[in-house]
């Protein structure tokens, strides 16, 4: 069975500052990773995606994340955090079932404050 | 080119009722899931329909239902309604079942008195 557990449920950097933001996974297969955002009152968003290819990812406004099979995580970095980047944050693995179809499975999510 | 819609954006109703949500998918996608946001949690997978079947289920009991259309909208039938069905409900669409990328709608936000 495929699950993530993200490691922090808060996290607060000021304004320029590097963001982390940690993501282990557990999965009987090689999976596929993904991040989205979710700002209030708005739907998620995909910020990158790992599918065995790369295993340094780069998404969108500057978030990368590092694909690391040894360590079974997948955690999510900013060189600088910007003011809009606040949000929560989930860590999500992809279980598929052959001829069945696919699900999502996401983390419990993490809170990003950012402070100026 | 429109993305994953939902209707309607805000619901309040009382216990015992009974909601009916609805999705239409992004252009050119013909699979959708639903997942269900409780505060401060993670979404959670509800089921997914594909060629007007529902493919997979989550962990939901059977007052849970929905239906898929031929254009490929679907609704998410709830009934019985408890206080605990209280939450942010996704629809996300996709090409095909057996695929990892799928695009999310903004939710309905459903409110049990």
């Known amino acids: 069975a495929q699950s993530v557990t993200q490691l922090d449920s808060h996290v607060s950097v000021s304004e320029g500052t590097p963001v982390l933001l940690r993501c282990n996974y557990s999965?009987?297969?090689?999976?596929?990773l993904f991040w989205y955002v979710q700002h209030p009152n708005k739907g998620l968003q995909l910020l990158l995606k790992?599918?065995?290819?790369?295993?340094l990812v780069k998404g969108i406004n500057g978030f990368e994340a590092e694909f690391k099979k040894s360590e079974t995580s997948f955690h999510l970095t900013k060189p600088s955090a910007h003011m809009s980047d606040a949000a929560e944050y989930f860590c999500?693995?992809?279980?598929?079932?052959?001829?069945?179809?696919?699900?999502?499975?996401f983390g419990q999510g993490t809170e990003l404050s950012v402070k100026p | 080119d429109a993305g994953v819609t939902q209707s309607p954006t805000h619901l309040i109703k009382t216990r015992g009722q009974q909601v009916t949500l609805r999705c239409s998918p992004k252009?050119?996608?013909?699979?959708v899931s639903w997942y269900q946001q409780a505060l401060g949690q993670g979404p959670q997978f509800i089921f997914q329909?594909?060629?007007?079947?529902?493919?997979q289920r989550g962990n939901f009991p059977d007052r849970f239902s929905g239906h898929q259309f031929p254009n490929y909208s679907s609704e998410l039938n709830v009934n019985a309604l408890l206080l605990g069905d209280s939450a942010l409900y996704l629809c996300?669409?996709?090409?095909?079942?057996?695929?990892?990328?799928?695009?999310f709608g903004p939710g309905t936000r459903l409110t049990v008195l």
């Open positions: 996300a669409s996709s090409r095909g079942p057996v695929t990892h990328e799928q695009f």
């Open positions: 999965s009987s297969y090689s999976p596929s």
């Open positions: 790992y599918t065995s290819a790369a295993t």
């Open positions: 999500v693995v992809s279980s598929l079932i052959s001829n069945q179809g696919g699900k999502l499975i």
């Open positions: 252009s050119g996608h013909d699979t």
């Open positions: 329909y594909y060629e007007e079947e529902e493919r």
